[in-house]
């Protein structure tokens, strides 16, 4: 299943993209089968992780006539306000950890022998549509990251290697968002990463039900139609089995906690002569069986 967040009539709302590609409301799933109507899907997400799914599936046929269409709404990151930082990874492709070495002149190259994490604190999220307004003067070297977002399900902690499958609730599109000269001048990657407005997720979270796992999908960026980064999430290094067992090591994951699994090559910031992000730059991303988050670019004083 499909799930979104949007706003219809003026009121932010969230429920089920149904099989004609409209939105169903989950209030009204939920209310039908006498369940509790959580305020938002990340509430959704912490109250019911996976649990009733299944159920909501079967019924979803019987609200086609209670649809609303997508062009009466204005879309939202399906998780508006995560409940604390978004974890990422950094260096998760072999690709990609070559060219930072080249751009960061590290000199010999460096594999990571263990997942590289760090974390964005950026207050609301970007849904599909909605523009990356970053303010002046600290956007000097803005870049685009995609990259595939994992959604937990239910907290957990020491997780098995042969159960982290369970421990995910879907998956969305995600650009992280970097600013390269706080990245660089800062000696950490933490204030480069957090600007407002810096991570867009999107269009909507896929359950993981519907993703082989774990997934193999081809992943692509295209920045004004020009294609940037191209790959495919099975060229992990660290692959989420790994990523989701490691992270919980001593360190418990939360129902709604939300992880970037990393960037191919392609960003702006390794092409000859770097390429960075401008007011009126449309990006496009794309992973397969996920969904396609576009957005464009305003830099503001
Ligand atoms: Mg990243």
Not at 119 to 130: I, Y
Not at 143 to 155: F, H, M, R, S
């Amino acid at each position: 299943m499909k799930f979104i967040s949007y706003i219809y009539q003026g009121k932010p709302d969230y429920g089920i993209l149904n099989q004609n590609s409209q939105i169903v409301p989950l209030a009204t799933i939920l209310s039908s089968l006498n369940y509790d109507v959580p305020p938002d899907l990340l509430a959704f997400i912490i109250e019911y992780g996976r649990t009733i799914n299944l159920e909501i599936n079967s019924v979803l046929y019987h609200f086609a006539d209670q649809a609303i269409s997508l062009t009466e709404v204005k879309l939202l990151s399906p998780i508006r306000y995560p409940r604390r930082n978004v974890f990422c990874v950094g260096k998760n492709y072999q690709d990609h950890a070559l060219e930072v070495t080249e751009f960061t002149n590290e000199g010999s190259i460096q594999l990571p022998t263990y997942p590289i994490y760090f974390s964005k604190a950026c207050d609301v999220l970007l849904g599909d549509q909605e523009i990356i307004e970053i303010r002046q003067p600290s956007a000097r070297k803005l870049d685009y990251e995609v990259e595939l977002a994992v959604i937990i399900a239910k907290d957990g902690k020491d997780i098995d290697l042969n159960a982290t499958e369970q421990y995910i609730f879907g998956y969305a599109v995600s650009n992280d968002i970097s600013a390269r000269d706080l990245q660089t001048t800062r000696g950490q990657w933490f204030k480069g990463k957090s600007l407002d407005n810096s991570l867009a997720l999107g269009p909507y979270l896929v359950s993981a039900e519907e993703i082989a796992f774990p997934p193999q999908l081809n992943i692509s960026a295209k920045v004004n139609g020009e294609l940037r980064q191209k790959s495919n999430t099975a060229n992990f290094i660290f692959d989420l089995v790994t990523l989701i067992s490691d992270l919980s090591q001593g360190m418990t994951l939360r129902a709604g906690d939300i992880i970037l699994t990393g960037t191919p090559a392609g960003v702006g910031v390794a092409m000859k002569p770097p390429q960075y992000l401008k007011s009126g730059d449309l990006i496009e991303f794309e992973i397969e069986n996920i969904g396609k988050l576009t957005n464009s670019v305003k830099i503001v004083d």
